[in-house]
């Protein structure tokens, strides 16, 4: 069975930094493409970052040059490094791995919403918090 299971994320202040992580379950991290969104307060289901099978990432417009996606090939488990986060970035953060790859979709910076299996396999969830 193909699962992601969600772990990390929580309480921080801003300016800091923390790392959610995506252990796959049932196919390799190295053989998907993979991404990440996060379900704002307001609802809105962004875009945080994809990542490609081929290590290559592209960072959402709302995360831009705060994020790094990396793979441990040994747990094969997905990685989200957010950097300098900001009151704003409060949100839940899923991983997916997308039924398309990404080069074969239009860019977006949003879905109508987190959780759709039309466009994946979804992880559960992780709250983010960052406030003082």
């Known amino acids: 069975e193909h699962q992601l299971a969600q772990s990390g994320g929580g309480s921080v202040q801003p300016g800091g930094s923390l790392i959610i992580s995506c252990a796959i379950s049932?196919?390799?991290?190295?053989?998907?493409?993979m991404g990440w969104f996060r379900q704002t307060p307001a609802n809105e289901c962004e875009l945080v970052s994809t990542?490609?099978?081929?290590?290559?990432?592209v960072s959402g417009d709302s995360m831009k040059g705060r994020v790094t996606v990396s793979r441990d090939r040994a747990a094969n488990t997905l990685h989200l490094q957010m950097n300098n986060l900001r009151p704003e970035d409060t949100a839940v953060y899923y991983c997916v791995r997308p039924n398309s790859r990404w080069h074969s979709m239009p860019a977006i910076q949003s879905l109508g919403s987190c959780l759709d299996p039309s466009f994946g396999l979804w992880g559960q969830g992780t709250q983010v918090t960052v406030s003082t």
């Open positions: 990542f490609e099978r081929t290590g290559r990432m």
């Open positions: 049932g196919f390799l991290v190295d053989g998907s493409d």
